[in-house]
């Protein structure tokens, strides 16, 4: 089984921080660009950020810059969002996504990414 699992969601307050993870097992992340993604209620779909396989390409949509930062440990095999000054426009449900690639790029686009997680909750609300 090829798997991405993710962790870390939650209720937080406006302002405060959360950090996501995305764990591999199955495969190892090495050849694998990683991508985020949300979903709110009643919307579709959407990229936040992604990271190159080596790590050494990361993208952002204007809504998390500054706010948003993306990193990997391929040594543990695991992905992470670390996510700060959050708002309620960041209520969604969070995907992690893995795409194969020999070049180090970083694509939004949810056609590009081969397997998915199976999603984590943020709330942001007081």
């Known amino acids: 089984q090829l798997q991405l699992v993710e962790s870390g969601g939650g209720l937080v307050q406006p302002g405060g921080s959360l950090r996501l993870s995305c764990a591999a097992s199955?495969?190892?992340?090495?050849?694998?660009?990683i991508g985020w993604f949300r979903q709110a209620p009643g919307k579709e779909r959407e990229g936040v950020t992604c990271?190159?396989?080596?790590?050494?390409?990361?993208r952002y949509v204007d809504a998390v810059k500054g706010r948003f930062t993306i990193s990997r440990d391929n040594a543990k095999n695991t992905v992470y969002l670390q996510m700060n000054s959050l708002n309620p426009e960041d209520t969604a449900v969070y995907y992690c996504a893995a795409r194969l690639q020999v070049q180090a790029t970083c694509g939004l686009p949810l056609y590009e990414y081969d397997y998915w997680g199976q999603g984590s909750q943020v709330a942001v609300s007081s």
């Open positions: 199955g495969f190892t992340l090495d050849y694998y660009g």
């Open positions: 990271i190159s396989s080596s790590g050494g390409r990361t």
